[in-house]
């Protein structure tokens, strides 16, 4: 398996949704997927895996937290709902 571990700055980074909040990009060229991991300053984790800008399953996040009732168990079909998702983490009180 071809995986390269993305340094997150520049274009890569600025083309994900809080971006400033990446701590890791994982790109995998033999999925055509990418593994990313946000921090966000209420210390909350949460890890996607990305098959395109639309199209994103969970991978990791706290138990603490809900998932919303737009996605279908971890699995964001829109941008906008993957967008979402990533605000509710970000603005979740620990």
Do not use: C
Not at 6 to 17: D, K, M, N, Q
Not at 40 to 51: I, K, P
Not at 73 to 91: C, D, Q, V, W
């Amino acid at each position: 398996m071809n995986i390269a571990e993305v340094e997150v700055s520049g274009l890569i980074a600025s083309s994900y949704p809080y971006e400033a909040h990446i701590l890791h990009i994982q790109r995998s060229d033999t999925t055509n997927t990418e593994v990313i991991t946000w921090q966000f300053a209420n210390g909350e984790l949460v890890q996607l895996m990305l098959y395109s800008p639309d199209d994103a399953v969970l991978l990791s996040v706290s138990p603490a937290i809900v998932l919303p009732e737009e996605n279908e168990n971890g699995h964001f079909f829109t941008a906008g709902e993957i967008k979402l998702f990533l605000s509710r983490i970000k603005n979740h009180n620990v």
